[in-house]
C-alpha cells in the first residue's frame, strides 16, 4: 500500500505541472496537426512552417503516448502483487492516465485532431493534462491491468 502512494504522489506531481508553453494548449496543438492530416500525412507536401509545425504534433502526441504506455506497464507490474484495495486504486489511475500502445503515428493524430474538434471547450488545457489522456487517450487505448 505504501508503494502505491508513492507512485500516487509521483504521478499527480509529474502530471500536474504544467509547462508555459503554448503549443502543450489542446487548440495550439490541434493548429498544428490539422495541416499535416490535410495533406493526407505527405510530410513533403507542406510548406516547411507546416513542417515545423508537423514535427511539433508527431512528437508532442508520441510523447504522450510513450508517457502512458510505458505507466500502464508500471502499473500492470504493481497491479500483479496487489491487494484487492490496491488493485481499485491501480484501476483508477490506469482509466486516467495510461494507455496500451498506439501502432499508427497517422490515427493517433487522425484521432487527436477529431477529439480536439469536439472538445474545444477544452483548448487551453494542456494536452499533458487529464481531459486528454482520460477521455481520449484511455478510452480508446485501454490500459488493461490484468
Not at 509547462?19 to 500525412?41: H, M, W
Not at 487505448?141 to 490484468?146: G, M, P, R, S, V
Amino acid at each position: 500500500m505504501k508503494n502505491i502512494l508513492i507512485l500516487i504522489i509521483f504521478i499527480c506531481i509529474s502530471f500536474g505541472a504544467k509547462a508555459n508553453v503554448r503549443t502543450l494548449e489542446i487548440g495550439s496543438l490541434y493548429y498544428q496537426c490539422k495541416p499535416y492530416q490535410a495533406v493526407d500525412f505527405n510530410f513533403g507536401k507542406l510548406s516547411q512552417s507546416d513542417q515545423v509545425k508537423a514535427m511539433l504534433c508527431k512528437t508532442t502526441l508520441i510523447g504522450v503516448v510513450n508517457t502512458g504506455y510505458n505507466l500502464c506497464q508500471s502499473l500492470k507490474w504493481y497491479y500483479k502483487n496487489a491487494n484487492d484495495e490496491s488493485k481499485n486504486i491501480l484501476i483508477g489511475l490506469s482509466s486516467w492516465y495510461a494507455n496500451e500502445q498506439v501502432e499508427s503515428e497517422n490515427k493517433l493524430i487522425m484521432g487527436f485532431n477529431n477529439w480536439a474538434e469536439k472538445n474545444q471547450h477544452l483548448w487551453k488545457e494542456f494536452v499533458t493534462g487529464i481531459p486528454f489522456k482520460r477521455d481520449y487517450m484511455a478510452k480508446n487505448y485501454y490500459c488493461n491491468l490484468k
